[in-house]
């Protein structure tokens, strides 16, 4: 305040500048309004300055543009004139006189239309020198102040930055307040001890705490003990040092519940920089953490059978294989594929499909140990993943309960489907010292699996993996074989039991390879089936085959039945009847003398849907027979419902037939079974006279086999029959 005029006239004056004083202060004291209190005080000084229009103008600190707080409205049109007055100091500028003071220039002719003949302008300053506005005095004509009015003003002043300090200070508590009770985080509030003084809505309904409760005690009662002393250390080393600590970390609710918050610390300090308050400010991120786990699960886990998928699979045997290279231990991985799991989905549906590939998965998994990891990879194909084996032949043991296992049928509505595997296994670290190596090699191992004849399990050996590339290059060229016409029939006779007519021959497929030279069926029909190209080339098989024998027909040969083996892939199209019609009528072949073959085996799982097939193949007129009799596990409840007119013996069963009861046994019960059915039997794999002896005391219908006659090109077997028609060899009696 500006002391320089400092005697007043009278002790009136002095007592109203006491008023004016008490007035400010109790206003404070009591808490009246900001605007209230601003309105009385421009009262107030109207009441001590005679004539004077008085009004209080703000300073935004954002713009600098001075607002009307108090006063006459008239006084808003001064405001740019105040804006250019205002001092950028503490002093009061007073124009005693519009017309003649050279401060008003410009501004001149607005202030007379107002009728205004003088103004002063009292700055309102903060304790830190801030202007915060002005105290503005109009006046009808000149005026001179006198001290008491200077001093009066000043005081005024003084008294209007307490009042707008303080109604600052109310504001941002206001905010605060509005802030620390309807805030969705959680908020409390510590002395420097620690102590907890005050927490918002937010807390409680988090926390399950009310400040009754949590008043005066330390965050500590809420520790979930999940975290170390390294981690407190660390947090209060950050509010120590920087002021503030945010961070994830785990705390207790009331009920006992553990949760994950996400948790801001600062630290509130006094003027000397020490700690006075702590302000804490957190979220209850459990959703956040559920969701994250939600999002992990589905980012590493198949959706269908709830096992890990393929980025899991890789990353747990990446980890297993870290822990075994610091601490050697021994770790297989298995790779493992269902066999022809494609005709579960045809035949029965994706859907159906699926509910077996869930309970593959549940039978495979209930065999594991707890640090076993079992993976879905894709489509039917699983890989294991074995730590710390004693030995490898624990891996083929649990191998072995795998086929164990999966022999069980699966029940899909009214009907039973048998789902085999092939598995394949790698060792480390004698297989592969890394995963992509290991995998790669557990896949090769399982693929000699399926060509030893699927339904088992195959260790890798180093010598496979040129036998893959073998088999690559063999794909490659088998898909030109066909266009390039290096595909050539033999056939084999089949002869009367007792006799050497032959009644019959059977057309088996060779492959004459660039390189190879002549290929066997055994070593190239795996490969069509897998590839889908025995689809075109049993199509050719056929046609070509019922081409050449109505061949010999027209040259007057004899007439013999003709018989082409069938796959289970040729089997699995539902146009096989219609190309087969077609082939028959292209070329002419009687379909009475065409007799198909399928092999036990693919006969008992195809299920019910084999019956419809080869229904609609009897309703053309050719012949079934079942190939490999005796190979496998037929029901005789399904066979008497079956189409078929012949049973060939397995040639496994009449290798030792002569010297062997009970393959004596076998054969005579097929023999017995065929005929009480109303079947023609045939015996394979005939190469010495006694086995041929016994097979017509059993009452066999007909045999082949080397002593017969071996697989020859087509040139040879018409010279056969060319030979057989000269000798005119009378038919025996079957």
Same mark, same amino acid.
């Given at each position: 305040?500006?002391?320089?005029?400092?005697? !007043?006239?009278?002790? /009136?004056?002095?007592?109203?500048?006491?008023?004016?004083?008490? +007035?400010?202060?109790?206003?404070?004291?009591?808490?009246?309004?900001? $605007?209230?209190?601003?309105?009385?005080?421009?009262?107030?000084?109207?009441?001590?300055?005679?004539?004077?229009?008085?009004?209080?103008?703000?300073?935004?600190?954002?713009?600098?543009?001075?607002?009307?707080?108090?006063?006459?409205?008239?006084?808003?049109? =001064?405001?740019?004139? !105040?804006?250019?007055?205002?001092?950028?100091?503490?002093?009061?500028?007073?124009?005693?006189?519009? %017309?003649?003071?050279?401060?008003?220039?410009?501004?001149?002719?607005?202030?007379?239309?107002?009728?205004?003949?003088?103004?002063?302008?009292?700055?309102?300053?903060?304790?830190?020198?801030?202007?915060?506005?002005?105290?503005? @005095?109009?006046?009808?004509?000149?005026?001179?102040?006198?001290?008491?009015?200077?001093?009066?003003?000043?005081?005024?002043?003084?008294?209007?930055?307490?009042?707008?300090?303080?109604?600052?200070?109310?504001?941002?508590?206001?905010?605060?307040?509005?802030?620390? #009770?309807?805030?969705?985080?959680?908020?409390?509030?510590?002395?420097?001890?620690?102590?907890?003084?005050?927490?918002?809505?937010? +807390?409680?309904?988090?926390?399950?705490?009310?400040?009754?409760?949590?008043?005066?005690?330390?965050?500590?009662?809420?520790?979930? $003990?999940?975290?170390?002393?390294?981690?407190?250390?660390?947090?209060?080393?950050?509010?120590?040092?920087?002021?503030?600590?945010?961070?994830?970390?785990?705390?207790?609710?009331?009920?006992?519940?553990?949760?994950?918050?996400?948790?801001?610390?600062?630290?509130?300090?006094?003027?000397?920089?020490?700690?006075?308050?702590?302000?804490?400010? +957190?979220?209850?991120?459990?959703?956040?953490?559920?969701?994250?786990?939600?999002? !992990?699960?589905?980012?590493?886990?198949? /959706?269908?059978?709830?096992?890990?998928?393929?980025?899991?699979?890789?990353?747990?045997?990446?980890?297993?294989?870290?822990?075994?290279?610091?601490?050697?231990?021994?770790?297989?991985?298995?790779?493992?594929?269902?066999?022809?799991?494609?005709?579960?989905?045809?035949?029965?549906?994706?859907?159906?499909?699926?509910?077996?590939?869930?309970?593959?998965?549940?039978?495979?998994?209930?065999?594991?140990?707890?640090?076993?990891?079992?993976?879905?990879?894709?489509?039917?194909?699983?890989?294991?993943?074995?730590?710390?084996?004693?030995?490898?032949?624990?891996?083929?043991?649990?191998?072995?309960?795998?086929? #164990?296992?999966?022999?069980?049928?699966?029940?899909?509505?009214?009907?039973?489907? !048998?789902?085999?595997?092939?598995?394949?296994?790698?060792?480390?670290?004698?297989?592969?010292?890394?995963? $992509?190596?290991?995998?790669?090699?557990?896949?090769? /191992?399982?693929?000699?699996?399926?060509?030893?004849?699927?339904?088992?399990?195959?260790?890798?050996?180093?010598?496979?993996?040129?036998?893959?590339?073998?088999?690559?290059?063999?794909?490659?060229?088998?898909?030109?074989?066909?266009?390039?016409?290096?595909?050539?029939? +033999?056939?084999?006779?089949?002869?009367?039991?007792?006799?050497? $007519?032959?009644?019959?021959?059977?057309?088996?497929?060779?492959?004459?390879?660039?390189?190879?030279?002549?290929?066997?069926?055994?070593?190239?029909?795996?490969?069509?089936?897998?590839?889908?190209?025995?689809?075109?080339?049993?199509?050719?098989?056929?046609?070509?085959?019922?081409?050449?024998?109505?061949?010999?027909?027209?040259?007057?040969?004899?007439?013999?039945?003709?018989?082409?083996?069938?796959?289970?892939?040729?089997?699995?199209?539902?146009?096989?009847?219609?190309? =087969?019609?077609?082939?028959?009528?292209?070329?002419?072949?009687?379909?009475?003398?065409?007799?198909?073959?399928?092999?036990?085996?693919?006969?008992?799982?195809?299920?019910?849907?084999?019956?419809? =097939?080869?229904?609609?193949?009897?309703?053309?007129?050719?012949?079934? %027979?079942?190939?490999?009799?005796?190979?496998?596990?037929?029901?005789?409840?399904?066979?008497?419902?079956?189409?078929?007119?012949?049973?060939?013996?397995?040639?496994?069963?009449?290798?030792? @037939?002569?010297?062997?009861?009970?393959?004596?046994?076998?054969?005579?019960?097929?023999?017995?079974?065929?005929?009480?059915?109303?079947?023609?039997?045939?015996? &394979?794999?005939?190469?010495?006279? &006694?086995?041929?002896?016994?097979?017509?005391?059993?009452?066999?219908?007909?045999?082949?086999?080397?002593?017969?006659?071996?697989?020859?090109? /087509?040139?040879? =077997?018409?010279?056969?029959?060319?030979?057989?028609?000269?000798?005119?060899?009378?038919?025996?009696?079957?």
């Amino acid at each position: 305040m500006n002391h320089s005029d400092q005697e !007043f006239v009278d002790t /009136a004056q002095l007592t109203q500048l006491l008023e004016l004083q008490q +007035f400010i202060l109790g206003s404070i004291a009591t808490g009246e309004r900001f $605007e209230h209190i601003i309105e009385q005080l421009c009262g107030l000084i109207g009441s001590m300055v005679p004539d004077a229009s008085v009004s209080v103008m703000l300073l935004k600190q954002e713009t600098e543009v001075l607002t009307l707080q108090a006063g006459p409205a008239f006084l808003t049109e =001064l405001l740019p004139y !105040f804006e250019t007055i205002l001092p950028a100091g503490s002093d009061a500028v007073y124009v005693t006189d519009v %017309a003649s003071d050279s401060r008003l220039n410009g501004l001149r002719e607005a202030v007379l239309r107002l009728s205004i003949g003088a103004c002063w302008s009292i700055p309102i300053v903060s304790d830190e020198q801030e202007i915060l506005g002005t105290l503005a @005095v109009a006046f009808a004509g000149p005026q001179i102040p006198t001290p008491f009015h200077k001093r009066i003003l000043e005081t005024a002043a003084y008294a209007a930055a307490i009042t707008i300090k303080n109604w600052r200070r109310e504001q941002r508590l206001l905010q605060w307040s509005t802030v620390f #009770d309807d805030a969705n985080e959680g908020m409390y509030i510590t002395g420097s001890d620690g102590s907890i003084l005050d927490v918002n809505k937010a +807390f409680t309904r988090i926390t399950g705490y009310n400040l009754e409760e949590v008043h005066g005690n330390n965050p500590k009662m809420m520790s979930s $003990e999940r975290h170390d002393e390294t981690f407190y250390k660390t947090m209060w080393g950050s509010i120590n040092t920087t002021g503030k600590w945010q961070g994830e970390i785990w705390n207790r609710r009331k009920d006992g519940e553990i949760y994950p918050q996400w948790l801001s610390v600062s630290r509130i300090g006094n003027r000397q920089g020490q700690a006075y308050n702590y302000v804490a400010v +957190f979220s209850d991120i459990s959703l956040l953490k559920e969701s994250e786990h939600k999002l !992990f699960y589905l980012a590493h886990h198949d /959706a269908l059978t709830g096992l890990p998928n393929r980025l899991l699979m890789n990353a747990r045997l990446e980890h297993v294989l870290g822990q075994a290279k610091r601490n050697p231990t021994c770790i297989a991985v298995m790779f493992i594929d269902l066999d022809r799991f494609k005709y579960v989905n045809d035949t029965y549906g994706h859907a159906q499909g699926d509910r077996v590939l869930i309970n593959v998965a549940k039978r495979l998994r209930s065999l594991l140990r707890e640090q076993d990891t079992i993976a879905r990879i894709g489509g039917d194909e699983f890989v294991v993943i074995l730590e710390g084996l004693a030995q490898s032949e624990d891996a083929a043991n649990l191998a072995q309960k795998f086929i #164990d296992a999966l022999e069980q049928p699966f029940q899909l509505a009214d009907n039973e489907v !048998f789902v085999t595997p092939s598995i394949g296994i790698t060792i480390f670290p004698e297989d592969g010292r890394t995963s $992509e190596i290991l995998l790669k090699n557990a896949d090769i /191992a399982m693929y000699r699996a399926k060509e030893q004849g699927r339904h088992g399990f195959s260790f890798y050996k180093s010598s496979m993996t040129d036998k893959v590339r073998e088999r690559l290059s063999m794909e490659t060229y088998l898909r030109r074989a066909l266009e390039r016409n290096q595909f050539e029939l +033999f056939y084999q006779p089949q002869v009367l039991a007792g006799s050497p $007519e032959i009644v019959g021959v059977e057309a088996l497929l060779r492959w004459h390879h660039p390189e190879l030279g002549l290929v066997m069926p055994g070593d190239f029909i795996p490969i069509l089936e897998e590839t889908h190209l025995i689809e075109s080339v049993g199509e050719w098989e056929l046609s070509e085959a019922c081409r050449k024998v109505r061949q010999w027909d027209e040259q007057g040969l004899p007439r013999v039945r003709l018989a082409v083996n069938l796959s289970a892939r040729q089997m699995l199209p539902s146009s096989l009847g219609r190309n =087969l019609g077609m082939i028959l009528r292209v070329t002419g072949f009687d379909p009475r003398r065409l007799e198909l073959e399928i092999t036990e085996h693919s006969l008992m799982n195809e299920g019910e849907r084999i019956v419809g =097939l080869l229904e609609a193949l009897g309703d053309l007129g050719v012949s079934l %027979a079942i190939d490999d009799f005796g190979s496998g596990y037929s029901s005789l409840a399904r066979l008497k419902r079956l189409p078929v007119q012949c049973l060939k013996i397995d040639s496994k069963l009449v290798r030792d @037939v002569s010297v062997d009861a009970s393959d004596q046994m076998i054969c005579q019960a097929i023999v017995a079974l065929g005929h009480s059915l109303g079947m023609r039997v045939i015996a &394979e794999g005939v190469e010495r006279s &006694e086995q041929s002896r016994f097979l017509k005391s059993i009452k066999c219908d007909e045999f082949q086999g080397y002593l017969y006659g071996r697989p020859v090109p /087509a040139f040879a =077997l018409e010279k056969m029959l060319r030979e057989q028609a000269n000798k005119s060899i009378p038919r025996a009696s079957s």
